[in-house]
């Protein structure tokens, strides 16, 4: 399994704000004064990282594509005049030494590129040896390898300031938000890599700004140590995603209407009441296993039987009315349906499993 050497964003000297941590500023910089004056309505609410898109990745040709190299000259100036931080996404080499060159101090890789091996190796080559940080999107499809796998690749090239940031995935599905939040990979990433700071963009993921409070929401529930979020002086006006940005006057009204939850307390009675009911789920998991345990050496028999009467393991009807029996009792129970769907189909696979084996076992024997 993969291991990454991180430094701790404790470290980092970026983020003053107590979680969540903040990072916002335009989907692109566009004008001098457009990105001076979003940064400098930030700033006043303590925000002290300014993100602006200064290449764009856009769907079709011809829309606006980023400034480009001048709009580094007014990230400069926000640097000089606001004391922000500054950070770009960064899709190429020549990103990376534009950014190094004017003073970038962090750069992130979007969700297209995470997606290409290749660039993100050719991203990783041109950071060598520089020590700022690089905030890894989620790439376009709900594959957490190729996310691993980028962060691999610069932790490979020395990077050890590595955050990662959840934009959710492209569906094919309508749903109402832009991009499927898919939570349960950024939990599973989380799991494996507690340690690296772990943002959500609820621009991207809703794709309006009428989500974007309750999915800053869901994202800080889960855990999540901060928000990356797109912010213009005038959004009505922008030259890109202009649905789903916010002026700093609500970014202001966004910060306040959050709840953060504290990810553990040190009050006493909290840690009893939590540590007696972790006791019970202990208990019931383990009686869980024992159940299943139970299941299988029944499932096993089943297979010797069928086995000796020269019958087939899978019967497809069989199955379907038994599901149906437990979604049916699962909804007195107050369960789910996809979720006693879920569980039940899980235990039925690793059934058939292991009766395929003893048929395969009695085979083999009779060779
Ligand atoms: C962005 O952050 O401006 C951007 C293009 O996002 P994503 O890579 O998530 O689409
Ligand atoms: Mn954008």
């Not at 993100?51 to 829309?63: D, E, F, L, Q, S």
């Not at 006493?268 to 540590?275: H, N, S, V």
């Not at 009911?277 to 299988?296: F, G, K, P």
Request: aromatic letters at 8%.
């Amino acid at each position: 399994m993969a291991n990454l050497e991180c430094t701790p964003v404790s470290e980092w000297g970026f983020f003053t704000l107590p979680r969540p941590m903040v990072i916002a500023g335009p989907c692109s910089a566009e004008t001098e004064e457009q990105v001076l004056e979003t940064a400098k309505g930030l700033r006043e609410l303590g925000i002290n990282v300014f993100r602006a898109g200064i290449w764009k990745p856009r769907t079709h040709p011809g829309c606006f594509e980023g400034i480009g190299v001048p709009g580094l000259k007014w990230l400069q100036r926000v640097k000089k005049e606001t004391g922000m931080k500054v950070a770009t996404e960064v899709a190429s080499e020549r990103h990376v030494f534009e950014c190094l060159k004017y003073g970038v101090d962090m750069v992130w890789l979007g969700a297209r590129t995470t997606a290409n091996p290749f660039l993100v190796q050719e991203i990783a080559d041109a950071l060598k040896d520089t020590d700022i940080p690089v905030l890894v999107k989620n790439p376009v499809n709900p594959d957490l390898d190729l996310w691993i796998g980028a962060l691999e690749r610069l932790n490979r090239a020395g990077i050890k300031k590595l955050g990662v940031i959840h934009r959710g995935f492209s569906s094919s599905q309508k749903i109402i938000y832009r991009n499927d939040p898919g939570w349960k990979i950024a939990i599973e990433l989380r799991t494996r890599f507690p340690e690296i700071p772990f943002f959500a963009d609820p621009s991207h993921m809703g794709g309006s700004r009428d989500y974007v409070l309750e999915l800053s929401q869901r994202a800080l529930d889960l855990g999540l140590d901060g928000l990356m979020v797109e912010s213009h002086c005038n959004p009505s006006c922008a030259l890109s995603d202009s649905k789903q940005q916010l002026t700093p006057a609500e970014i202001k009204d966004l910060l306040s209407r959050i709840v953060v939850r504290e990810t553990d307390s040190d009050s006493l009675e909290y840690k009893e009441g939590i540590d007696h009911l972790r006791a019970q789920i202990d208990v019931i998991d383990d009686n869980l296993l024992y159940i299943l345990q139970s299941r299988m050496n029944i499932s096993r028999k089943i297979g010797e039987y069928k086995r000796d009467h020269n019958i087939a393991i899978l019967q497809t009807a069989r199955w379907d009315e038994v599901l149906d029996g437990m979604v049916k009792n699962g909804r007195k129970y107050g369960l789910a349906e996809d979720f006693v769907k879920a569980v039940f189909n899980a235990i039925h696979e690793v059934s058939v499993q292991a009766q395929n084996e003893i048929l395969e076992a009695s085979q083999k024997a009779k060779l």
